[in-house]
């Protein structure tokens, strides 16, 4: 008998081998993906010491008011979370859920908020009420009450209708046992709504058509909406959704549950990947109609917030999450982009703000919460943007537009004057962020010609702020004309920034229109600015180890040799803020122990007004 002797070196070499393809497993079912960037976030920072995905317009589309709801809702609850959007027939539609002031506790409705631009929205109308048990109904034993919870909120099928789903279920676990079942509705082109139905009834309880309040959808009279219907209940990628609430005992599934708040992408090579809370990921080769064993991805620091998965229409591919592994900090919001759909780079922020929380409720978590898009087939918005929208603070409901292609850097220099722009409409290269109490449009200048950039406040708790990112310099000038409105209240910073959010110009406008700027840790005191006139600003920044800056103001030195606040390397950004900086609340902040309203958190305060105009940045 023949005997192969190897060599114990070849034999090592062998297994060695052996080792690295299993290893090798990223763009596999054992790593669907991968964020390969060095770059994390610093906890103690709102924005993370990130730089900006540049571009991003965010706006407020509901600001909460309890004492004067017709400010807000119509109903003044102040819990109000996982927010969907679509967009049909021309129109941003966004629906979210609501409490009057805790999650999971009863009552609880959803409502829906519409948009012809993505910046002016409409007030929020009903779209399922608290549930209307009927007569005789007893609530099960444990529970206490009626809520909802849903992951999904639109379809829109292929006889062009445009439906709105949610979930109802019990106080305080509307999951499988504590579920009664999903209600649809058609959402009609003139803004009317369909009649509610049920579409599916918990698969873990007796709930049915004899014992609900709502009629089942086969007994609509419109055909083309039970159509509609049951093209979604066969549409297994679209449904996954729904299985957080109700886990299908009667089959409705394929496999197991791999996780919760299910969204998902189809990479470019034709895998659709799935992505669930906590990091977990999966992929399908049948377009998701199975799934491999769910995985949980050790690059991807994830929490209990969603996470969301597109295309973007450069065709790369975009992640977006709050890179934390805490639950009740959920901040920064950041996108991570990629050519491949597998190798993720470039951590960069979408929304670095967190405003005070107003309201008190159970599990109100810190910061801009439960992201989510537009799910494939539920539209596509003019532009070259990615659409999303979340909770801020489950509190207020948000949106942010995000350019693509997804940038974190500019090259060349600046020269913004506005005037070639749309009012009301996006301003190319700057990071917006609006309150409604706070907004920030492009409008008429108030004394000129052509357009400015607006700066309006009347939020006791939130400002506004509006930043252009140039090209990351040692040695700039930048140029700006301000204007302080002649009703003027309030309070402008502008504040020149390094890539990780250390500002060492910083100049103020009070409001008694006192102008001021930092050299070094002292205030220092110019001559009252006039309002109703344009004032020209210009920096020389040395921002070299023991850097400095001379500052001029229209046209005349005011000082030379000014030093920086904070030593950095180098600028890259200007910053207009209609609000003292914060970093409140922070991770020390409590979150769950029990506090009054914010002061006077549903009054306006005194106006604030400031239009910007003509940047530039050179070298």
């Not at 009057?100 to 506790?105: G, L, T």
């Not at 079942?181 to 009609?188: C, D, H, I, N, Y």
């Amino acid at each position: 008998m023949f005997t192969l002797r190897l060599p114990a070196t070849f034999l090592i070499a062998i297994i060695y081998c052996s080792s690295l393809s299993v290893l090798a497993q990223t763009g596999s079912q054992h790593e669907p993906v991968r964020y390969i960037g060095g770059n994390s976030i610093d906890p103690d920072r709102h924005e993370g010491r990130l730089r900006y995905a540049i571009g991003v317009e965010s706006r407020q589309t509901l600001r909460v008011n309890r004492s004067h709801p017709e400010l807000a809702d119509g109903h003044g609850w102040t819990y109000n979370h996982a927010s969907n959007l679509a967009y049909w027939e021309g129109k941003f539609y966004q629906q979210y859920l609501s409490n009057p002031v805790d999650e999971h506790i009863a009552p609880g409705q959803t409502l829906m908020i519409t948009s012809e631009d993505g910046r002016r929205w409409s007030a929020p109308k009903l779209l399922f009420p608290p549930y209307p048990a009927p007569e005789g109904t007893k609530i099960p034993e444990g529970y206490d009450g009626y809520m909802m919870h849903q992951r999904m909120g639109f379809y829109t099928s292929k006889n062009g209708k445009l439906l709105t789903l949610a979930f109802y279920g019990h106080t305080e676990d509307p999951f499988e046992e504590g579920g009664i079942g999903r209600v649809v509705r058609e959402v009609r082109k003139d803004g009317s709504l369909g009649p509610i139905y049920f579409i599916r009834y918990s698969s873990h309880t007796d709930w049915d058509e004899s014992n609900t309040a709502f009629p089942f959808y086969q007994s609509s009279p419109d055909s083309g909406f039970i159509e509609a219907c049951e093209e979604l209940l066969a549409n297994t990628l679209i449904t996954l959704q729904w299985r957080d609430e109700d886990n299908g005992l009667d089959g409705f599934y394929n496999g197991e549950r791999k996780g919760s708040a299910f969204s998902f992408f189809t990479r470019k090579d034709g895998k659709t990947v799935g992505l669930w809370k906590r990091s977990m990921t999966a992929l399908s080769d049948e377009g998701g109609e199975n799934f491999t064993t769910a995985v949980k991805v050790p690059t991807l620091t994830m929490a209990g917030g969603k996470v969301w998965g597109q295309q973007t229409r450069d065709g790369r591919f975009a992640m977006v999450y709050n890179p934390i592994d805490i639950d009740e900090y959920r901040y920064p919001l950041i996108v991570i982009s990629s050519d491949d759909g597998i190798i993720f780079d470039d951590m960069v922020l979408v929304q670095g703000e967190v405003p005070p929380r107003r309201f008190y409720g159970r599990w109100k978590d810190f910061g801009p919460c439960y992201v989510r898009g537009i799910v494939p087939g539920n539209g596509v918005p003019a532009g070259e943007d990615m659409w999303l929208t979340y909770s801020m603070n489950k509190e207020d409901m948000w949106v942010s537009r995000v350019p693509s292609p997804i940038r974190h850097t500019f090259h060349g220099p600046v020269d913004d004057d506005f005037d070639q722009l749309k009012e009301f409409g996006a301003v190319p290269d700057w990071n917006i962020y609006a309150p409604l109490w706070a907004p920030v449009n492009l409008v008429n200048d108030p004394v000129g010609s052509g357009l400015s950039l607006e700066l309006k406040d009347e939020d006791p708790y939130d400002y506004a702020r509006a930043i252009r990112v140039f090209k990351e310099s040692k040695e700039v000038n930048v140029e700006w004309t301000v204007m302080v409105a002649p009703e003027n209240a309030g309070l402008l910073e502008m504040d020149v920034v390094d890539q990780y959010g250390n500002r060492p110009i910083r100049i103020k406008i009070s409001p008694e229109n006192q102008l001021t700027y930092m050299a070094g840790h002292i205030e220092k005191n110019m001559r009252e600015i006039k309002a109703g006139a344009w004032q020209t600003f210009r920096l020389e920044i040395d921002a070299q180890p023991f850097g400095s800056y001379n500052l001029y103001r229209n046209g005349q030195l005011v000082a030379e040799k000014i030093p920086l606040t904070e030593a950095v390397k180098s600028v890259e950004r200007i910053s207009f803020r209609t609000g003292p900086y914060r970093n409140l609340p922070n991770r020390k902040t409590p979150n769950e122990n029990p506090v009054p309203p914010l002061p006077g958190a549903d009054e306006k305060e005194a106006l604030g007004l400031f239009y910007i105009d003509n940047v530039k940045v050179s070298n």
